[in-house]
């Protein structure tokens, strides 16, 4: 089992930066696939960045530019760097683990950009 534990979010106005983290702690080991995710009620949960041992990090083009996914494997922690947020990137943002081909998720963090 993994657990993943959200953390970061919060009110930002719009230009505002957040970082988001998730932490990650029991059977970690062999986790080589993790991504964030988000999602607005009523809607198909989004692929926002992943990050794979070996390749380059993958981003939707919506976040591209403005957001930067990385992994600290000595915190055993995934974080999530958004910058020049707009209001159109409110949503629960949810971390996810992929580990030898079962998946995980955390909790959620709401973010909610708005003046």
């Known amino acids: 089992q993994v657990q993943l534990v959200e953390s970061g979010g919060g009110l930002v106005q719009p230009g505002g930066s957040l970082r988001l983290s998730c932490a990650a702690s029991?059977?970690?080991?062999?986790?080589?696939?993790m991504a964030w995710y988000r999602q607005t009620p009523g809607a198909q949960r989004e692929l926002v960045a992943s990050?794979?041992?070996?390749?380059?990090?993958n981003y939707s083009d919506s976040v591209k530019g403005r957001f930067t996914i990385s992994r600290d494997n000595a915190k055993n922690t995934l974080y999530l760097q958004m910058n020049s947020l707009k209001p159109e990137d409110t949503d629960v943002y949810y971390c996810?683990?992929?580990?030898?081909?079962?998946?995980?998720w955390g909790q959620g963090t709401q973010v909610t950009v708005s003046s």
């Open positions: 029991g059977s970690i080991f062999s986790i080589n696939y």
């Open positions: 990050i794979q041992s070996g390749s380059n990090p």
């Open positions: 996810y683990a992929n580990r030898n081909g079962y998946g995980y």
